[in-house]
């Protein structure tokens, strides 16, 4: 089992920015790739980035690309999603997610999932 936590969430205006973090326990960390997502208001969640295991290959959606980046450091068992230029369009909550498949866009890869952190950007 691998239990994810994620934090760093909140409100900020139009242009800023945001790190979230997303805390492992439970099992060996390095060994799984990490996903982010998100759910806006009343649409599907999607996906936003990923990194495999080894941090050697990350994936991001068109719509972040640029501006999101994904990291992680296994010693700390922590992925992170750095987020610059939010615009309003990027308010949902926005979960990690952890699997064993390296790094994935198909949230169906991923086993163990975080909580969410809500992320609200006021223009």
């Known amino acids: 089992q691998v239990q994810l936590v994620e934090s760093g969430g909140g409100e900020v205006q139009a242009g800023g920015s945001l790190r979230l973090s997303c805390a492992a326990s439970g099992r060996t960390f390095s060994r799984y790739g990490m996903g982010w997502f998100r759910r806006a208001p009343g649409k599907e969640r999607e996906f936003v980035a990923a990194m495999s295991w080894t941090g050697t290959t990350t994936y991001s959606s068109d719509s972040v690309k640029g501006r999101f980046t994904i990291s992680r450091d296994n010693r700390k068992s922590t992925s992170y999603l750095q987020m610059n230029s939010l615009n309003p369009e990027d308010t949902a909550v926005y979960f990690c997610?952890?699997?064993?498949?390296?790094?994935?866009?198909?949230?169906?890869?991923?086993?163990?999932w975080g909580q969410g952190t809500q992320v609200t950007v006021s223009s």
């Open positions: 997610a952890a699997g064993s498949i390296g790094s994935s866009r198909n949230e169906h890869d991923y086993g163990y």
